[in-house]
């Protein structure tokens, strides 16, 4: 017990021990609040949607006569909503930089799905500061700077040649050193974490379990490669040089590495050509013969075969058949497009074993719903919902069904289905036996170190 | 003293070079400064080959229109690319969060698409490994490790007291300390602002006169940075006494200024001025264009009025009288009016941005690194402002192309049967092609007026104090 308290003295007595301890906090206390403030703001967008979507339509069924349905279904701009678990305040992956509650309507998708989020490019270069930031990257240097000069530092004072003396001594204290950082900085963490489910009333569900498992798992893998740089013997200066550079390396230039790589790999100007050749299609659409899209679109479209042939006017029916038929156009161009995003999705993953920092990075976006491979699940489900979109409008337009009141309010609604989550358990087990044999290599590493 | 300035710092040179992981970081920092350039390169002429070629088809998509009316050319619209700016090898800036191309059309602005930020939240957190980027962040960490025991490393072994005693002040000591690492930071940023200008030279037409004078400002600007942690380094090795406790400081303080303090920052600025999402955006400006009038509803007041005065102008009694098409007039209003909403919202968040700009400008002085990545954004036209810019010209350039067509459907089509006509496919050959004008340097620094002066008097002050006779008794005291 005595020594205990004395450890605790040594550990906070240096002033940079503590300052490294309180930046740490407040900084994962800032983040939190502001994941808080940023997904209260995607909560708002989601939610004015809607009712500005509702007021819309409230508005249209006031007027004394209904608009035609080809002109109601061109306004008609029906909202959507990326759904995100609470966690995506904390883990805000690519949420800033991308649409959570994009708009869709009838008329060609591949014109609308593109849509960027405003951002000020400035803040999205200087790289955010969201609580995953803290616990990825912070968090292995605050370990770093309490550990990495343990036993150099008992050589300093002189009594690390007195505990080799005496059998297994060192190594013990050496053990309660590491245990005691490693119990003071998961304590913080914790804290941190608790504290951000407070705030952001998340459930201490199996999730709550995961990101901690995870999060301590991390801890042990930095805490192992501290151990290890230490077992070389070498002086605090060399350690701390060496852990500094495993962190430049692993948080810094791996990620660097592998965005330049996916981005050589699998550049596209797939969205560049769609948008140019729709561009094109609906265009020359014009000057076609319209009937003859018609037919072909019904080939496509056999539930409205029935339909009427057209007559001289302008008729909303060509209209919607045509935009439809410039998204099948650009089909194969698309459906590449997906198969090229998803073999980059795959590509990362495989190549985030390269880096610790960049695979919890990996995994923490995707345990809060963010990561781009939920992007484009919800990409996906926006082009679903654009399909019921127009099929619940082809009824009206190709049948000449006239549209009532009740059927603006039988308007079809966007509903977010659940994500798809992959089963991240067997990755966790993997890397928890990863690290586990570092960590043993670092202990067996450790207990051969003797005085220099 | 000159000479022993000199001859410390030859000494010191001589010592860093026995050191072989010196040596190896030395080289994989060089290593990793070509291949960023290199990419970046590689990058920059993809880019300027897909806006060009992307350019060139939709001009000629836009001159091989048949007869048409011209207001459905307005709706088949026009495309605005963004070359990269010609400096954007080495500074990659913003340009992974912006889009390149913007589709101009009739009635819409609509915004910069298609940004290559895939996966941004995963692996863009530290932005990308540009050379400026290396330069900003990894530089000043070599640095550190060159530097955190000159000081006390010498008080630590004894050879200060040595030194002193051989009547070597502190001030030539430190003098001669800071020399060898300056001049060691030369050595190892020049190669690639060599290489740069190797390069630009070699892009030929993107080339300008202004590119040498650029990287000449961008070469000053890196090295006010390199002196500026040569001090702090200096500053904090001299002030604690172990070699170990001044790295950790150092690190520390290291992490504060690049990775911590411009995120805080970066995150605070925007809640103090907080810009438009895009739904919120959008809206406003559909509300306010709804206020003013619906130039396809015929009892709209403000188009009522509209007739009425045009009428009056011509001196004729109904609109089939006048001499030209009242709905050429009407799209041209309307376009006007709905341009104007559009640019006030717009001004609107660019005046945001720009406030979150100065907001961290303010901090420059504290923190130097702010400066020196915002004045070699701006020095490559990689910055907010630049991006801003090109759209604001193409959209001078979406007004200027949908008016013109507005013109033809006022003065080249009939009011009767209108949209039965066409105009002639010549017509479309006097549209001029869309061309982004590059920036001068002096409206690419403009934001900057006086804020490099603050950061530059904190890197003398640190100087100052470091030479300063109080600093010098601390350390007499010490030994």
Redesign the interface.
Known sequence: MLLFKLECKRLFAGT?NK??LV?FIV?GV?AIY?GA?GYK?VRI?QY??MV?FQKEREHVNSRETLPAAGSLAYYASAPTEWKLSPWAALF??????S?V?S?VRATALQSQI????????????????DLG?VL???LP?VIG?LTV?LI?DEQHAGRWRLLNALPNSAFRLLGKQIALRFVVIWLLVVILLVSAAMILSLPFDTLFWIVLGATSLYMVFWFALATLIMSFGKN???N??AY??SW?VL???V??????Y???QY?S?A??EI??QQ??TL?DG??KDKQATLNEFLTHEPSWQDTAPLGEAFDWKWYYAQQHMSDLAVQSIVEENIRN?QA?QAR?QSLSVLSPA?FF??TL?ELAN???GYQLQYRQQVAEYHQTIRHFFYDFLFFDKPVTRQDVEDFPLFKAQAMETQNGLWKLLVSAVFVLVIAALAIVRIRKVRPL | MNNKIMQICRHELASKRKSPSLWLLFVMTQLLLAVALFTGWQQYQQSVQTQTKAQEIVEQQWNAQPDRHPHRVAHFGHFAFRPPSALSFFDLGVNAWVGDSIFLEAHKQNSANFANDQDGGTLLRFSELSSANILLIIWPLLIIALGFASVSGEQKSGTLRQLMSMGVSFRALVTGKCLSYLLLSVIFILPVFVLALGLAASAGAEFSSEAPLRLLLLLGAYLLYCLFWIAVTLLVSSLVKAPKQALVLLTSVWFILTILMPRMLAEFAHHQNPHQKRNDFELAIKLDNRKVGDSHNPDDPYFSKFREETLKKYGVSSIEELPVNYKGLVMQEGEKLNAEIYKKHYQQQVAQFDAQRQFVSQFYWVNPYLFVRDFSMALTRTDTRHFLDFEQQAEAHRYARIQKLNQLHTDEIHHHNDRAQRVDKSYWQEFDAFHYTMPTLSWSLSAFSLAWVLPLLAVMALYIFLNSNGMQRRIYAAV
Do not use: C
């Open positions: 940079i300052l490294v930046l900084s800032f502001q403030l703001s967008d004015k949607s500005v805000v992956g690519e949420t800033p930089s649409m509650a708009k593109f849509n960027r989020e405003i951002v000020n490019p400035a803040q999205q270069r200087a790289g955010g500061l930031f990825v990257y912070f240097l700077i000069t150099s605090s200066v060399v701390s040089l500094l550079s430049v948080a810094l230039l990620p660097g590495a592998v965005h330049l996916l981005s050589a550049q100007d969205p560049l948008t140019l561009r094109m265009n014009w000057d995003n980059r990362l960049l990075q990996l976006n963010t990561s781009s």
